[in-house]
């Protein structure tokens, strides 16, 4: 059979054709093909010329192939003939891909020609299976993705983080807008908000507010919102910025509080230089009047508000974590005991307070303020937990860690001791439990909670190699315990220095005194030179320098505040080492700056005295950097 020649302008056509063309006989020959068939299969127009048209088909469809042209031919069933379908091609290189194939046949003379048109569908593949992942990524996104309408405003799209973060189903949400979660906007101030990006004024509105949830809830986001002229559609972007928020509201609280603590610690400096010269003028008045008398009683009345101002300025430099730690071994029943008439005054009236104390001295090495601290952050949590009045429990105890109980507190087995703060309260709940020491955690109303008490308590706790453990059960109380490693007490610690009345005198040492608060320094002046001491007062370090080169003698002891105009007192005590080298030197402040606080330029052998502290402290310690071996080198 001879086929009728194709023309020039439908050869042109069949040329420029983008589709694969193939002519095959009713044999599936391959008779013809225009050069887009060569371009898509990467064979020549001599090596498909004659061959079987399966040369272009992958398994099953070339072994099938046969099969359907037979079986057309004799029954003449068109199902394949003017009906496009989707099916696989092969490349000379192997290689499959996905093409659409339009068959249509014409009669020459007595025999059948078809002609196959092949599309490639592997580009268009591509772009839907890149929107199928788009799709999937938007669905399953954690972010809030909202598509709803430019003219009614009804949504058309919610994903899975809006449908869940809001609590609706997407039944429930087409018939919604944006108006109805977010509680800030009616339904013109929205339309008037969203006008710019709808009149193509802006190409993208950013914004802030609140969503609220179907149980009513709210929470904060962050909204990218932009306008599809073509689709008449809104698409929003939203953002849950509630941890964001948190955070910076925590920040803001962090902030707050190191202003607060940097005065706190500003405050206590000059008060501790007043309660100095008070308490200590109260004691020189007590030793010179006749005891029980009524002069004798209003000194002894001031002393004791000294004592009770001393305190509190402990609890403003253990605030600001300005002060100095100085870690020495006490009686800790002393210590609650000590606190508890200010626990009594914190505590409300309906709270009965209860101490159940070991009989036994229990010693720890530890720094009394933080200990206080320790104290009263717990009494206070435990007072706020019985707003109704109950019973507050404190107990000290011995208690032997098995090696089981230690694995479990993070501890090494051994002795420790146990202060336990039992309260009858409201009790704490398992979630909860696990974040209260958490920095910023608080379950207190806005106002009443900073989150940091117990988070300052672990880590004091922490800090002196113990563990803070805590039972509790919602509706019956909370215990917590704070181990500490016990010490053995030596002699020396039997009486607190503060306590006793035993004062050195001097053999007519020469001490420089440095001191820029005038009454301290006319205080300790008296003080020092009542019990033999040859003294220099000077006012700051230029004075201290200029008084050191007028003195003719020896210079046994350098007294100097820390913190002073010109040099501090460490400058001042490296500078007067060069001309004497094996000058002895104590250290004293009521507040401390940043490289004090972190022990900067304080060593640890560094003899140094917090104030306020009483006049025989004062001397005992004079007494005992004298008669010590002191370096003196930096």
Partial sequence: MKLQPIDDRMRAILDMAPDAIVTINQSGIIEGLNPATTRLFGYSEKELIGQNVKILMPPPYADEHDGYLERYLRTDDPHIIGIGREVEGRRKDGSIFPL?????????????????????????????????????????????????????????????????????????????????????????????????????????????????????????????????????????????????????????????????????????????????????????????????????????????????????????????????????????????????????????????????????????????????????NLVVNAGDAMAQGGRLLLKTTRQQLTQVEADRLGLAPGDFIALIVRDTGEGISPETRSKIFDPFFTTKDPGKGTGLGLATVFGIVRDHGGVIDVESEVGFGSTFKVFLPEIEAPLAVMVSPMETSTSARGTGETILLVEDDEIVRELFTEVLAAEGYVVIAAADSDDALARSQQHAGAIDLLITDVVMPGLNGFALAKELRFRTPRLRVLYMSGYTDQILADRGDLRAEDPFIRKPFENNYLLRKVREVLGSDQSGSE
């Fill in 100 to 376: 659409r194939l339009s068959v249509g046949q014409t009669q020459v003379e007595d025999s059948r020609l078809f002609m196959g048109i092949m599309h490639d569908l592997t580009e268009r593949h591509a772009v839907e299976s890149r929107a199928v992942q788009l799709g999937t990524i938007l669905e399953d996104s954690i972010n809030e993705v909202y598509v709803f309408d430019g003219t009614s405003l009804k949504f058309k799209l919610v994903n899975r983080g809006g449908r869940e973060n809001l609590g609706y189903s997407w039944e429930e949400l087409v018939s919604l807008t944006p108006v109805g979660i977010k509680p800030e906007f009616d339904e013109d101030r929205f339309r008037s908000m969203i006008a710019p990006l709808h009149s193509g004024q802006v190409p993208l509105l950013t914004l802030k507010t609140v969503h609220q949830r179907k149980d009513g809830s709210e929470y904060p986001v962050e909204i990218h919102l932009q306008y599809r002229r073509t689709t008449d559609e809104f698409i929003a972007i939203t953002l849950d910025i509630t941890d964001r928020v948190t955070l910076t509201q925590q920040l803001l609280q962090s902030q707050k509080m190191e202003a607060i603590g940097t005065l706190a610690g500003g405050i206590a400096h000059d008060f501790n230089n007043l309660l100095t010269s008070i308490r200590g003028s109260s004691e020189i008045l007590l030793d010179h009047l006749e005891s029980g008398s009524r002069l004798a009683r209003t000194a002894l009345r001031i002393r004791k508000a000294a004592d009770r101002a001393t305190a509190l300025t402990t609890r403003l430099l253990g605030f600001s974590r300005k002060q100095v730690t100085q870690r020495i071994v006490f009686d800790l029943n002393e210590a609650v005991r000590e606190a508890r008439e200010l626990f009594v005054r914190t505590l409300p009236e309906d709270v009965e307070l209860k101490l159940d104390l070991s009989s036994d001295a229990l010693f720890v090495r530890a720094d009394e303020s933080q200990v206080a601290q320790i104290l009263m």
